[in-house]
């Protein structure tokens, strides 16, 4: 009998459509622990109505640990099944979502997910670039500077 034989697809789904995203790793309760029991579940039972729901459980944190696991449940699908959602969680999510989601296309070489990676770099150098330039007091920004450009070092 497995770990996960009390975790049913039910359960996992309500658990997932009441947790999307999950709390910040400040306000994680003893409830949200059961993630990683729902990971562990659809990890070995894998499951098409929970995947995109799996996709969008990521709040901001580290999830104790558990987000990094969530990718072992997404491998179980079919690329056709996983590239979809994972463009539009990277097109749409929270910051939070796109970090992960970004994290489990490693596993799905597409070219759908081309577009949505080069823009999700593209925002986060600009992000960086605001950031820098706020800190060093001036609100110009940085034209022509590639994602890995000078100011992060390896220009």
Same mark, same amino acid.
């Given at each position: 009998?497995?770990?996960?034989?009390?975790?049913?697809?039910?359960?996992?789904?309500?658990?997932?459509?009441?947790?999307?995203?999950?709390?910040?790793?400040?306000?994680?309760?003893?409830?949200?622990?059961?993630?990683?029991?729902?990971?562990?579940?659809?990890?070995?039972?894998?499951?098409?109505?929970? $995947?995109?729901?799996? &996709?969008?459980?990521?709040? #901001?944190? /580290?999830?104790?640990?558990?987000?990094?696991?969530?990718? @072992? =449940?997404?491998?179980?699908?079919?690329?056709?099944?996983?590239?979809?959602?994972?463009?539009?969680?990277?097109?749409?999510?929270?910051?939070?979502?796109?970090?992960?989601?970004?994290?489990?296309?490693?596993?799905?070489?597409?070219?759908? $997910?081309?577009?949505? &990676?080069?823009?999700?770099? #593209?925002? /986060?150098?600009?992000?960086?670039?605001?950031?820098?330039? @706020? =800190?060093?007091?001036?609100?110009?920004?940085?034209?022509?500077?590639?994602?890995?450009?000078?100011?992060?070092?390896?220009g």
């Amino acid at each position: 009998s497995s770990l996960w034989s009390v975790m049913d697809e039910r359960q996992c789904l309500v658990f997932l459509n009441r947790h999307r995203p999950m709390p910040t790793d400040a306000e994680w309760t003893e409830e949200c622990e059961l993630l990683d029991e729902v990971r562990g579940y659809l990890t070995e039972y894998p499951s098409e109505e929970a $995947l995109p729901l799996l &996709l969008k459980v990521f709040g #901001d944190g /580290s999830g104790y640990g558990v987000y990094q696991l969530i990718e @072992r =449940a997404v491998v179980e699908h079919l690329p056709s099944s996983v590239v979809p959602l994972l463009v539009t969680a990277l097109t749409t999510g929270t910051q939070s979502i796109k970090y992960w989601n970004a994290q489990i296309a490693e596993n799905f070489p597409s070219r759908e $997910l081309i577009a949505p &990676l080069t823009e999700l770099c #593209d925002s /986060s150098s600009s992000e960086s670039a605001r950031r820098r330039h @706020r =800190a060093a007091g001036t609100n110009q920004e940085s034209r022509g500077q590639g994602v890995f450009g000078e100011a992060d070092g390896i220009g």
